[in-house]
């Protein structure tokens, strides 16, 4: 799965705006062909927006919050794994990471 960019997610928000599109009608996902579509979903209605992170603390395989600006990276949230699918973060060992920590997706 390719990451969502931020600026083409607000982008895409700003041009279909005027036609009348909904903002939380277009959502970001993490979706791979062998899940059939989606592994995760935000909440219906929710208007999507990025996390903004310490790039230093996500470097360390820590998620951080932050103020935008220098050192920071913004990522889509991609919400909550949808019914059915259960969705860990592993370490190299498969061992189970806590949250907001980096790792292996493993469904």
């Known amino acids: 799965a390719e990451p969502i960019a931020p600026a083409v997610w607000r982008a895409f928000a700003a ?8 903002p939380a009608a277009a959502q970001p996902v993490y979706g ?7 592994v995760t979903f935000p909440p219906p209605g929710e208007v999507a927006e990025p996390l903004v992170l310490d790039r230093a603390s996500l470097s360390d395989g820590v998620a951080v919050d932050t103020e935008p600006g220098e050192g920071a990276v ?3 949230d991609v ?3 949808v019914d059915g699918c259960a969705v860990r973060i592993v370490d190299d ?3 189970v990471l806590g949250d907001r920590r980096v790792g292996h997706i493993v469904m």
């Open 15 to 22: 041009k279909t705006r005027p036609a009348g599109l909904d």
């Open 32 to 38: 791979l062909a062998e899940a059939t579509l989606a």
């Open 74 to 76: 913004e990522l889509m």
């Open 79 to 81: 919400g909550r794994p």
């Open 93 to 95: 060992r498969g061992d």
